[in-house]
């Protein structure tokens, strides 16, 4: 049966210290981004939110994930469940319906249903018992993944729809794909997606209003100054930021609210602006730091359970920072994606530290039986 | 619990240890945009954010006011708002043109034309899209702040000239600048610039302009400006005086009002303009914002040629006001001699055709000497003299007493005139001249050419004893041009004596207009604008074939103070149709010189502080004054009661 943790000094004391981190460097530039606006008092918000995640992370980290990854139907279920909900009845903010309300907080149910689905495919890919993926096994997971993500994008969310597919991704390649599979599965992919989003080929394949669709659809929040603007507004930030940066609250481009929503998605703009090469230098080289640490855990699981659980969550965190960096620096589009940690954000944040209970609950494990 | 995990510890260590390179590669990618932006292009994008944040927003210079010889405000400025469009980033411009176009009424191609034509000036320098925004617009401009940030308000100072083109041919108007005027100012000048077009806006336009100033100011994302950087003040345009008076220029404009002529009075003495009216005249106030294409071609095109500035520009036969330069050439040149007389029974013939007297089939003049011919303008006794004169003596003394050439006024585009000879006819038409054309001459049609100006220019200049002074109408200008010519006294005492014979003898041609107290002098002139054959023949009741009326009187008779002629084209008489123009000025002007004269002493006792307010000099005033709506409203301030005393 299941043991209990074999103690507290089996934290993972440097992923924590990471963690601190990172957090330290997103309240300082929430700060820097919200002081003397209308959204003063903000990183007292996120302080909040932090304090909150750091206690969930560790009530997680004590209950065993057999335990958890055992309920993974009915938290599947519970997903789909919320999902229609919302839906259905969910509150409509910026365009989009994400979120209902639980105890006078707006929950982004989308943010609970990644962590459901790292538990769910870890389980899924857990029971595989060969050591190569079976094309069946493949398609197995990909429905089990299709089903939320269509929900997601109904909603429409297509940043935290896209982050579903790392998880499934990384989580096949370590159950053994195949690399015929790999190879065909990512080239059909590449081509849809390119087709779609990239202007040349989808001005020959889309009608006008269908490609203003794919726009907007990228872009929901996006004002009467196009995505395009936002992009070159964050470069310029970035780019005057230089290597020594302007100083703590002196980028013009973040106190004159050229950087979009500065707070959150694009908080790396400013902080580079405002810390720049040098700073940028140190959050990037905590991000590595904190993914490599993760990869470590997993290398050091007890078993594939906890392995698929630990690189399921370095998935969706790498994925983030991937997806939110490369569009600060104007190399993605504006999707939406959150920089863990950093960005300001209940839902969001609650799932970081949700997602890394999961991966302290593993290596509390590591050496039990 | 199902052991479905069955403790099954089989980890991919391989495609584990990838994900780690995997991890470093993609922080390693990233890290590279990082360096490309903030080490590479550093430079280029801190300049962005540096255009980002920081606007520079032109404060625009007003123009110099004019005054009138009295210090009151002739042409002044009123605030008013231009819309400007902010071009540093074109993308957005091209993405709001057609919202803007629609917000502020505008026609989307006039927009794009616009840009096309300011492409090549620097992105930061905003362009004016409208130049007189109304409150609607206003209120476009300030609810769209945040998704337009493309458009600025500039307060801008436009001219306001008396109404009803008021001595509009003198002041001229502004508009915005040519091309050509850009050419040519050395970058002084930029597209959407106020610049003077005609009249002493032009010629005094150095002077009149401003600098304009800059405000650099940090502006945020929509818009609003978070701060200043520097600023650097507008330096207002000079403040002129002009010459003109505008008691007697009130008086000319309204004698002309409805007719289409010319007034111009001078003071011999010093060549001060004291009022130069032409009419018809354009309203300056309607060019004032921008002028349609529509109204400029129908000004251009209308038969009373409304542009066209009849005091400087108007050439035309000057007719019996000519006899007064045949009487001078006549006493000086003792051809024929000044006992000469002629028997004047109506008519002459003279090279086998008739010429007639302008009495011919009323009366006749019977035998006349010099003083008569003057008095009665008798046209025989002139072709007579004309014959054995010849005509290059004519034109000699014509052009010595101040015809054929332009007198130097400060205004642009003076016309000079003509004054024929055998020299011309044979340069021009390449024929010689007929003797015949000089009897023609003689009486002042013909070849023979005058302005209104010139008229009034010799005449002064005549009567002062051949000393000419440069007509001109900036009060304080730096050197007046002079010139003496060489007239015995008693040529100019019976040329006087005949104009003043004009107006004051018995049977002259202006007897009618007589003044009391005042040596009013004066000469007549009837013009035919087409021989008198062909008017018959054209049909008599048309006015477009009436005669141009002359007349230019002036006082005293001996070194006058003022000189007035007057041109009513098509009206007739000269002595009935703008002898009483002339008197009525010359009445006003000793008038008001009795008035003041005997006031005085009591107005500076009552009201000494006048004097200090007053603009008499070239310097500005406050410059604020110009500025002060309550102060434009008012369309012409109050005569000053104290007044600088008169050279005598």
């Known amino acids: 049966m299941v043991k209990d943790a074999a103690g507290s000094r089996e934290y993972d004391y440097w992923l924590l210290a990471i963690l601190a981190a990172i957090c330290a460097l997103g309240v300082v530039e929430v700060y820097s981004t919200t002081h003397g606006s209308a959204l003063a008092g903000m990183h007292m918000k996120q302080l909040r939110w932090l304090i909150i995640g750091t206690v969930l992370m560790f009530v997680l980290s004590r209950l065993d994930y057999h335990l958890i990854m055992d309920q993974a139907p009915v938290l599947y279920i519970i997903g789909i469940v919320a999902l229609l909900a919302v839906l259905l009845m969910g509150h409509t903010r910026f365009g989009a319906k994400r979120w209902i309300p639980v105890l006078g907080e707006f929950l982004q149910v989308s943010e609970l249903v990644k962590l459901i689905i790292i538990i769910v495919l870890a389980r899924f890919f857990a029971e595989v018992r060969t050591d190569e993926l079976s094309l069946q096994d493949l398609i197995k997971a990909g429905l089990l993944v299709g089903l939320p993500l269509a929900l997601i994008l109904k909603q429409p969310d297509l940043g935290t729809a896209l982050v579903l597919m790392p998880m499934l991704v990384v989580g096949a390649f370590l159950a053994g794909l195949k690399w015929q599979h790999a190879a065909v599965f990512s080239l059909a992919g590449f081509l849809l997606v390119g087709a779609v989003f990239y202007p040349p080929v989808s001005r020959h394949i889309l009608k006008p209003y269908q490609r203003e669709r794919i726009t907007s659809f990228l872009h929901p929040e996006e004002d009467a100054k196009g995505s395009g603007y936002q992009l070159l507004q964050s470069k310029i930030a970035v780019g005057s930021g230089g290597f020594w940066g302007k100083g703590f609250g002196n980028g013009s481009q973040n106190q004159l609210g050229y950087i979009p929503v500065r707070y959150s998605d694009f908080i790396m703009s400013a902080w580079a602006e405002e810390q720049g090469f040098k700073g940028v230098l140190l959050a990037l080289g905590l991000y590595m730091a904190l993914l490599l640490r993760l990869v470590q855990n997993a290398q050091r699981a007890k078993d594939r359970a906890g392995m698929f659980l630990v690189m399921g969550v370095t998935a969706a965190l790498g994925f983030h920072v991937l997806v939110n960096v490369a569009m600060v620096i104007g190399a993605m589009p504006v999707t939406g994606i959150p920089l863990p940690l950093m960005s300001y954000g209940g839902s969001a944040t609650l799932f970081v530290f949700l997602a890394i209970g999961l991966v302290m609950n593993v290596r509390l494990r590591r050496f039990v039986n | ?648």
């Open chain 2, 1 to 648: 619990m199902s052991y479905w995990f069955r403790n099954d510890n089989r980890l991919p260590q391989e495609r584990l240890a990838a994900a780690s390179y995997v991890i470093v590669g993609m922080i390693t990618l990233l890290l590279l945009g990082f360096w490309k932006l903030q080490i590479i292009d550093s430079d280029k994008y801190g300049q962005m954010a540096e255009r980002n944040r920081v606007r520079s927003i032109p404060i625009i210079a007003p123009r110099g006011r004019m005054l009138d010889r009295d210090g009151r405000v002739l042409v002044d400025n009123y605030p008013s708002f231009s819309v400007l469009l902010l071009r540093d980033d074109m993308a957005a411009v091209e993405r709001s043109l057609s919202v803007i176009a629609d917000g502020l009424g505008l026609s989307i191609d006039d927009l794009h034309e616009q840009l096309a034509n300011t492409a090549k000036l620097p992105k930061f320098q905003p362009i004016v899209i409208k130049p007189e925004a109304t409150p609607a617009d206003v209120a476009f401009i300030e609810s769209h702040r945040a998704d337009i940030p493309l458009l600025e308000m500039l307060m801008v100072h436009r001219r306001r000239y008396l109404p009803g083109g008021f001595m509009s041919h003198a002041s001229g108007y502004v508009g915005e600048v040519s091309e050509k005027q850009i050419e040519d100012s050395n970058d002084r000048l930029r597209p959407g610039d106020v610049a003077g077009k005609s009249g002493l806006e032009r010629q005094y336009n150095d002077l009149l302009v401003g600098t304009d100033g800059m405000r650099r100011v940090i502006v945020n994302s929509v818009g609003k400006e978070m701060g200043r950087l520097s600023q650097q003040e507008a330096i207002p345009g000079k403040q002129i005086q002009l010459t003109i008076d505008y008691d007697l220029q009130k008086i000319a404009e309204d004698a002309l009002a409805g007719k289409k002529g010319s007034v111009v009075a001078l003071d011999p003495r010093t060549g001060e303009v004291l009022a130069l009216a032409s009419q018809p005249a354009p309203d300056p106030n309607d060019f004032a914002i921008r002028v349609s294409k529509e109204e400029w071609l129908r000004l251009n095109t209308d038969e009373d040629r409304p542009l066209l500035n009849r005091a400087i520009q108007a050439q035309l036969a000057p007719g019996s006001v000519f006899k007064v330069v045949m009487a001078t050439a006549m006493l000086e040149s003792k051809v024929p001699p000044e006992n000469f007389h002629a028997f004047c029974p109506g008519s002459a013939t003279f090279y086998g055709r008739q010429f007639k007297c302008w009495v011919y089939g009323k009366s006749s003049h019977g035998s006349v000497d010099l003083h008569a011919a003057i008095v009665h303008s008798c046209d025989v006794f002139f072709y007579n003299v004309g014959m054995r004169m010849g005509i290059d003596r004519i034109s000699k003394y014509a052009k010595l007493v101040g015809l054929g050439s332009r007198t130097g006024i400060d205004l642009p585009s003076e016309e000079p005139g003509l004054v024929p000879s055998e020299e011309w006819v044979q340069r021009v038409y390449h024929r010689k001249w007929y003797p015949g054309e000089t009897i023609s001459v003689s009486i002042g049609q013909g070849a023979v050419t005058v302005t209104p100006l010139q008229i009034a220019y010799m005449i002064g200049g005549i009567a002062s004893g051949g000393e000419y002074k440069q007509p001109h109408l900036l009060k304080d200008i730096q050197t007046i041009g002079e010139h003496r010519i060489e007239l015995s006294e008693s040529t100019v005492e019976q040329v006087t004596q005949g104009m003043y014979g004009v107006v004051n003898e018995g049977g002259g041609t202006g007897a009618a207009i007589r003044l009391q107290g005042v040596e009013f002098c004066g000469k007549s002139g009837t013009a035919q604008v087409i021989g008198g054959d062909a008017k018959s023949r054209y049909g008599k009741g048309q006015k477009k074939f009436n005669n141009n009326a002359w007349f230019v009187g002036y006082a005293p008779r001996r070194n006058p103070e003022i000189v007035v002629s007057v041109l009513v084209e098509e009206g007739g008489h000269g002595a009935s149709a703008s002898g009483p123009i002339a008197r009525d000025i010359i009445k006003a002007y000793y008038d008001k010189k009795e008035k003041k004269t005997n006031g005085q002493a009591t107005a500076q006792a009552v009201k000494p502080s006048f004097e200090k307010s007053e603009a008499h000099t070239l310097t500005v005033e406050d410059p604020k004054a110009v500025i002060k709506p309550e102060e434009t409203a008012a369309v012409l301030q109050p005569a000053a009661a104290a007044k600088k005393p008169r050279p005598e």
